[in-house]
C-alpha cells in the first residue's frame, strides 16, 4: 500500500486499527493454499443484485445501508452503505454452508476504499471510486462450520460505497431443512437514549439451529441482525415513539414468526434534533441548471434541496410530474452530487403545479408516495415544501401531510423530515399557526419547520425581517411544543431567495451572510435559498429564472451558504 493511502485513512479511529485489518487480510491471502473442488457450485447468495429493491437477509451497521437505484452495475438496483466517521457501514448476511467445503466469495463495487471479506476469515479490499470494481475472495470452512456470515463495507470518512451482483459459489448447507425457528419471546426495552433503543428477549428454538435474529421496526422495516438475544437500535429520533419485533432465523435461511411487538419513545435529549444541513435549492428542470459538481467544486456545498416532486397524475410521485423518478437528467444530478462525497434532500411540492397532497386521498396513500421518493435514492431527509391555497390554506390537506409524515417517520428510523412555509415579517400567519399546533396534536415529530422569509409585500430591511420573522416562529414553538429558546432554534431553518425576490426585495451577499451568521449564533437546523440557478449575476436583470438581478459572484450565495454550520 502506498503510504498517501495510508495517511488518506487514517482519522478518529487510528492508523493501527487500519494495518490490523489490512495486514489480517493480507495474510489470510498470503496464507491460502490449494482448495478442494467445489462441486456443484452455484450462488447461494439470493437476490445478489438486489433487485428487489430491499436489504432482505442483509443487515448493516448503523442502519447506513439502503438499496438505491445509481449508481449500479448491473441490473436496476444497488446496495449503498453510507460510512460516517465513526461508522464503516458494515453490511453482512450469515448463510447456511457445508463444513470443510472450498468457496469463493465476489462482488461489484465502487467508492473510495470498499472492502469484501468473511467474518473470521480473509477480506480484500479496492479503491474504485468512479467505475466499479470486482473483488474475490476465497475461503474454506471448518471441519463442523455449517454457517458463514459475508460482509462488505466501506471506510470511515470515505463517504457512500456500492456493492452490487455479489455471489459466494458453492454448495448451499441444509438443503432439506424447511422448519422455520420458533418465535422469540418476552421482547422488553431495557434502556433509552434520545436516539438509541436497548432490547432484549427470550431465546427461540431450531430443529437444527437458530444463527441469528432480526430487529424490525414498523413490522417490515428491518433495522439489524444480532448473534445474541439483545440488541441495541441507534440513529433514532429523539421523542418519537417506535415500535419492535424480533424474527429468528436459521442457517437455511428459514425465518421465525414475530416475537411479541414492544413500543419505546426514545428521550426528549437536549438541544433538538441534532440535524444540521445547509442546502440551497436546485432545479435541473428550469433556469440554465449548472453542473453540480461544478458548483461544489467552486463552493464547498455538499447538500441541494432538489426540486420539485410533484403528482405525474393521481397519487403517483414524479420530477416536475413529469420525469421519472430514477434514470433521467435528476438521477443523473444525484449521482453526481453524492459520487462528490454530497447528498440532497427532495422537495416535494411547492408554490405551484399539481401536487401529491390533494390527489393523494388518505395519509396512508400519501406516506406510500413519499416511501417511493425515499426508496428511489435511500434518503436521510426530505421536505414538504407546503404553500399555496391547494395545501398550506387547506386544513384537510395539512393534516393529510402531517400523518403521512408521521407514518414515514415510523417506518423510516433515523429519517429527517422538514416543512417549509411562507411566514409574515413577525412570524407563522394564521395558517403557518395551525400548522405547527397541528404537528403537536397529531404527534408527527416534524424535525425542521423552515420559513421563507420574502415576498412579504413590502419591506426594505431583509436582515431585519428575516430575523424577526424567525423570532416570531421560536416563540411559536416554544409555546406549542414547551421548548426552551435552544431546542426551538435547534427544529428551525431559514430558506432566502437571493438578489431580487419576486416582490422585488433585495437581498445581497452582504445581507445574506448577515443571515447566515446569525443562523450559526443561534444553532438553527438548516439553511436554504432560492436557487443555485439564480446564484449568477446579472445587474438590471430583473427578477430571472438563471440569474439573480443583482451584481454578484457566480455561485457567491452558494459560497456563503456552505458556510452554515448551525
Known sequence: MSPHRTQRRTGRHGRPRLIALLGAAALALAGAVALPGTAQAANV????????????????SGNLGSVVAGPVHGGSKALAGAATSSDNAKCSRTVAVQPNTAYTLSGWVRGNYVYLGVDGGASTWTQSPSAYSQLTVQFTTGASQTSATVYTQGWYAQ????????????????????Q???????????????SSVSLSWGAASDNVGVTGYDVYSGGSNKLLTVSGTSATVSGLTPSTAYSFTVKAHDAAGNSSPASNAVSVTTEAGSGGTGFKQAAPYLYTGWGDP??????????????????????????????????????????????????????????????????LGPNCST???????????IDAYGLKAIDVDIENSDEFENTAVQDRILNALKIVKANNPGLRTILTFGTSTTGPTYYGNRLIEQSKALNANIDVFTIMPFDFGG???????TVNASEGLKTKLKSVYGWDDATAYAHMGISGMNGLSDQQE?????IWTQIKDWANSK???RLAFWSVNRDRPCAGGGVAENCSGISQDTWQFTKITAGFTG
Not at 45 to 60: I, N, Q, R, T
Not at 363 to 373: D, N, R, S
Request: charge should be negative.
Open 45 to 60: 447468495l439470493s437476490d445478489p443484485g438486489f433487485e428487489s429493491g430491499s436489504l432482505g437477509a442483509w443487515s448493516c
Open 180 to 194: 422455520a425457528p420458533t418465535a422469540p419471546t418476552g421482547l422488553t426495552s431495557t434502556g433509552k437514549t434520545s
Open 290 to 355: 449548472p453542473s453540480p459538481t461544478t458548483v461544489m467544486n467552486a463552493t464547498g456545498v455538499k447538500w441541494f434541496t432538489m426540486a420539485f416532486i410533484l403528482s405525474s397524475g393521481g397519487c403517483n410521485p414524479a420530477w416536475d410530474g413529469q420525469r421519472p423518478l430514477t434514470g433521467g437528467q435528476d438521477q443523473t444530478a444525484i449521482n453526481a452530487i453524492r459520487s462528490a462525497g454530497g447528498d440532497i434532500v427532495p422537495s416535494i411540492g411547492g408554490w405551484s403545479g399539481n401536487k
Open 459 to 465: 419591506g426594505s430591511d431583509m436582515y431585519g425581517n
Open 159 to 178: 463517504g457512500t460505497y456500492y456493492a452490487d451482483d455479489l455471489s459466494l459459489d458453492g454448495p448451499g448447507g441444509n438443503p432439506g431443512d424447511t
Open 506 to 510: 433585495t437581498t445581497t451577499p452582504a
Open 523 to 525: 444553532h438553527l437546523a
Open 363 to 373: 395519509p396512508e396513500a400519501l406516506a406510500g408516495a413519499y416511501q417511493k421518493v
